[in-house]
T-cell receptor, first 115, second 111 residues
Framework: EAQVTQNPRYLITVTGKKLTVTCSQN?????MSWYRQDPGLGLRQIYY???????DKGDVPEGYKVSRKEKRNFPLILESPSPNQTSLYFC??????????????FGEGSRLTVL | SQELEQSPQSLIVQEGKNLTINCTSS?????LYWYKQKYGEGLIFLMM?????EEKSHEKITAKLDEKKQQSSLHITASQPSHAGIYLC???????????FGKGTLLTVNP
């Protein structure tokens, strides 16, 4: 089954404790991206990646890191989480955004709370 | 940077009524996605539009992209309670592959 898998789905952590949210897709997609969703602010892009070793900042990259060492995986790293990073996070992948009739596949979301 | 304005922000309709949600961009759209989301849950893909004047339908939902590729509308015919949720438009604004989403339209359908 084609899917984007995020882990953990729920996490409560404390300020400053490094954490990683994993994202994996089984569709051999080139494009992957991370979003956060907050009430009143909508869905905002954090980072995206066009292919292995190619990443770029979205609209809200501060406080986050990503890596794309393999095509299928795109982990989101919070080196020193702060309470303002409490949010619902989504990972997504797509074969390629241009010239396709393609869908951007989303994971089920990871709800993160930073105390 | 590109901004997407969705209107209305929220909408309450009676079951069976038709409704339209709009998505307006500050820049030319290179691709426009429509998604539906139940609050706090994942996003369900509805459709993607790329060409000016393009129109697509899925069941009772029709989406159009205007000729100038700066506005899209989502139309639901004979709404049902199952249509309730948050509708999000997302767009590719240019060659940098950034994806921007609108803030969403909350649809309530009363039986």
């Amino acid at each position: 089954e084609a899917q984007v898998t995020q882990n953990p789905r729920y996490l409560i952590t404390v300020t400053g404790k490094k954490l990683t949210v994993t994202c994996s897709q089984n569709m051999n997609h080139e494009y992957m991206s991370w979003y956060r969703q907050d009430p009143g602010l909508g869905l905002r892009q954090i980072y995206y990646s066009m292919n292995v070793e190619v990443t770029d900042k979205g609209d809200v990259p501060e406080g986050y890191k990503v890596s794309r060492k393999e095509k299928r995986n795109f982990p989101l790293i919070l080196e020193s989480p702060s309470p303002n990073q409490t949010s619902l996070y989504f990972c997504a992948s797509s074969p390629f955004l241009w010239g396709t009739d393609g869908e951007l596949f989303f994971g089920e979301g990871s709800r993160l709370t930073v105390l | 940077s590109q901004e997407l304005e969705q209107s209305p922000q929220s909408l309450i309709v009676q079951e069976g009524k038709n409704l339209t949600i709009n998505c307006t961009s500050s820049k030319t759209l290179y691709g426009l996605y429509w998604y539906k989301q139940k609050y706090g849950e994942g996003l369900i893909f509805l459709m993607m539009l790329q060409k000016g004047g393009e129109e697509k339908s899925h069941e009772k939902i029709t989406a159009k992209l205007d000729e100038k590729k700066q506005q899209s509308s989502l139309h639901i015919t004979a709404s049902q309670p199952s249509h309730a949720g948050i509708y999000l438009c997302g767009a590719i604004g240019g060659s940098n592959y950034k994806l921007t989403f609108g803030k969403g339209t909350l649809l309530t359908v009363n039986p």
